[in-house]
């Protein structure tokens, strides 16, 4: 089964430091770009990285730019998600999700999501 | 990267037909066949509904179908029926290896 389980998620004081981390299986994890979404409490979804199959192309939205850092072990099938100098409108739902296969820009596996609290 | 505009609700009874528009730019939108919709039921993650546009994922009903003219992607669902009701997002890619998401439009089944 194709499967993405996101981990590292909780509660930290602004300005701290999270790490997420997101373990592929079902799929050869070496060969697809990976992207990380979140989504607010009650908000819509926000693109926030993505990271090419061998680590050598990372982009990631303004917001977090200088600040989160994306990268992948393809030796443990594992995607994960630096984020340093959190602020309350980081707090959301963080998706790991895998592009699809193909030059298409769509994601079609996602994660369930871990949450992340932004708060004193 | 400002997000793609969507209508916040749109409603239809069962049988009928719905169609959400998602507004962007020549930066995303316009400039590129990248376009897909996100089906999302409450507290689930996203569900691909279309990408390219207008192609379908194996297993998405044809009743899901999508376009584009211009700076405009469009979804429509047809012969609604209850499970459809959710939040439907759109994406674009944007250039430059990212993406962005539109605001989410509301379906309700009447």
């Known amino acids: 089964e194709v499967q993405l389980v996101e981990s590292g998620g909780g509660l930290v004081q602004p300005g701290g430091s999270l790490r997420l981390s997101c373990v592929a299986s079902g799929f050869t994890f070496e060969n697809y770009w990976m992207t990380w979404v979140r989504q607010a409490p009650g908000k819509g979804l926000e693109w926030v990285a993505n990271i090419k199959h061998d680590g050598s192309e990372k982009s990631c939205v303004d917001s977090v730019k200088g600040r989160f850092t994306v990268s992948r072990d393809n030796a443990k099938n594992s995607l994960y998600l630096q984020m340093n100098s959190l602020r309350a409108e980081d707090t959301a739902v963080y998706y790991c999700?895998?592009?699809?296969?193909?030059?298409?820009?769509?994601?079609?596996?996602w994660g369930q999501g871990t949450m992340v609290t932004v708060s004193s | 990267q400002s997000a793609l505009t969507q209508p916040p609700s749109a409603s239809g009874s069962p049988g009928q037909s719905v169609t959400i528009s998602c507004t962007g730019t020549s930066s995303d939108v316009g400039g590129y066949n990248y376009v897909s919709w996100y089906q999302q039921h409450p507290g689930k993650a996203p569900k691909l509904m279309i990408y390219?546009?207008?192609k379908r994922p194996s297993g998405v009903p044809d009743r899901f179908s999508g376009s584009k003219s211009g700076n405009t992607a469009s979804l429509t669902v047809s012969g609604l029926q209850g499970d459809d009701e959710a939040d439907y997002y759109c994406s674009s890619y944007a250039g430059t290896n990212t993406d962005v998401f539109g605001t989410g439009t509301k379906v309700t089944v009447l």
């Open positions: 999700a895998r592009d699809m296969d193909g030059d298409w820009d769509a994601v079609d596996i």
């Open positions: 390219g546009v207008y």
